[in-house]
C-alpha cells in the first residue's frame, strides 16, 4: 500500500469511501442480529466500538516523518596559503588606490589655490612694491642759539663748490618757416617737428626732394 502521506486528497476520500462501502454489509448484519435478539441500546455502542476498533486497525500506519537536525554556529572557514597571499594583494592594492587617491587630491587642491591667486592678481593688478631710493637729506635749522646744518652720512664737509649747470638748448621745428620748440622727431627722416600739420609738411617735402633725385 502507497505511504498515505504521498496521495493526494482526492485519493484519501475514495480511499475512505471503499472502507466504508466493505464495512456496511457487516455493520447492517451485526444491526439486524442484534434487534432480533433485543440486545438494546447497549448492544448497539458495544457493535459501534467494535467497528471504530476495527477501522483503526485497518487504517495504514503513518511513518513518522524523519527530523532533521538543524545547524548549530557557523563552520569554521578553512583558511590556505593562497587565501591568505590573495588577501594580502588585495589589502596592499587597496592602500596603493588609496595613496594614488590623496596625492591627486592634494595636487587638485594646490591647482585649484593657484588658479585662484592668478585670478585675484588678474582682477587687482600686480602687487608692485615700490621700492623708495635713498635721497641725500640736508637740514638746515636757523634758530635763536644758532644755525645748524646736519649733513647726511658719508658727505664731505666743507662741501666743495660746484658750477650751476647750464640749461640744455632749446631745439627748434627742422620745418622751414616754423619756430616752434621741437615735441618729436620724424620716423622715416628723423627730423625735428612739433605738429601734425609740420609733419606732412616734413613729408610733402622728403617725398618732393626723392623724386628730383
Do not use: H, W
Amino acid at each position: 500500500m502507497r505511504n498515505p502521506r504521498l496521495l493526494t486528497a482526492r485519493q484519501r476520500a475514495l480511499l475512505e469511501k471503499q472502507r466504508t462501502e466493505d464495512d456496511l454489509p457487516a455493520t447492517a448484519a451485526a444491526l439486524l442480529i442484534s434487534d432480533q435478539q433485543g440486545g438494546g441500546d447497549e448492544a448497539l455502542l458495544l457493535l459501534q466500538q467494535q467497528q471504530s476498533d476495527l477501522q483503526q486497525q485497518l487504517m495504514p500506519i503513518i511513518p513518522p516523518e524523519p527530523l532533521l537536525a538543524l545547524p548549530s554556529g557557523f563552520k569554521e572557514k578553512v583558511v590556505t596559503q593562497e587565501m591568505l597571499e590573495k588577501k594580502a594583494i588585495k589589502s596592499q592594492r587597496r592602500r596603493a588606490q588609496a595613496l594614488e587617491k590623496r596625492e591627486e587630491d592634494k595636487k587638485k587642491t594646490v591647482d585649484r589655490l593657484l588658479k585662484k591667486q592668478d585670478t585675484k592678481l588678474l582682477k587687482g593688478g600686480f602687487n608692485k612694491k615700490v621700492v623708495k631710493a635713498e635721497v641725500a637729506m640736508f637740514s638746515y635749522k636757523s634758530r635763536v642759539d644758532g644755525v645748524f646744518i646736519s649733513l647726511p652720512a658719508g658727505c664731505d664737509y666743507p662741501i666743495k663748490a660746484q658750477l650751476a649747470q647750464t640749461a640744455p638748448t632749446v631745439r627748434v621745428c627742422g620745418v622751414s618757416g616754423c619756430s616752434n620748440a621741437k615735441r618729436y622727431s620724424c620716423s622715416k627722416t628723423g627730423v625735428p617737428l612739433c605738429s601734425l600739420q609740420c609733419y606732412k609738411t616734413n613729408l610733402l617735402t622728403s617725398s618732393a626732394a626723392q623724386a628730383i633725385c
